[in-house]
């Protein structure tokens, strides 16, 4: 029987983000994640080595997604921050393991994350647009280009950390995620706003 390799490395990547994001890395083993795809954990450790390259791996895999999906060239004003933090939000929201994956990291305490470098090249990169619409004056420069930035992203994503709270926060509101939504683009354009 012929093997397909790229479709039988796919499935074991979606189960193995599925597996990841529920239980972490300690939490969940090779052989959970292979049973989930279907397939062998030996052909899972040919393809991806341990557990912790597998999880290092998956998390650089989900982090090129979002990086894809919600690029950040430019700024062109406070709203473009509030557009940015917007889709920031809906990229969590149509895919909560990535929330979830980069929690469970957090919590292993990790003096280096896998491929650290390659990814504080990425968000520096996302520092520098900050910085240069800052310098530009296009946007406020009150708050320090890497702290605004930060404070975008989680925004967007805390919704997804803790919805237990989000919910019972607004257990008075039934328009839900929409009015979420608008309210974290507000609060980035009024960051970003300048005095």
Known sequence: MAWN?????RKLKDAAV??????????????????RAGLNKERLYSYFGD??????TVLADELNKVAAAVPLTEIEGP???GDYAA????????????????????????????????????????VAVFERAQREGRISGRIPAADLAFLVLALAGWWYA?????????????????S???ALKEAAVRLAAPE
């Open 162 to 178: 803790v919805p237990q709270m989000a919910r019972m926060m607004h257990a008075d509101n039934a328009s839900g995620a929409s």
């Open 79 to 81: 709203q473009a921050v």
């Open 51 to 56: 557990k912790p390259q597998l999880f290092a």
């Open 18 to 35: 599925a597996e990841f994001a529920a239980h972490g890395l300690d939490g969940t083993t090779m052989e959970k994640i292979a049973r």
């Open 87 to 126: 889709d920031v939000y809906d990229y969590h929201s149509a895919h909560p393991e990535l929330t979830r994956l980069l929690l469970w990291e957090g919590l292993m305490d990790l003096p280096e994350v896998p491929d650290e470098a390659a990814r504080t090249d990425y968000y520096r990169a996302k």
């Open 180 to 182: 979420n939504r608008a």
């Open 5 to 9: 390799t790229a479709e039988t490395k």
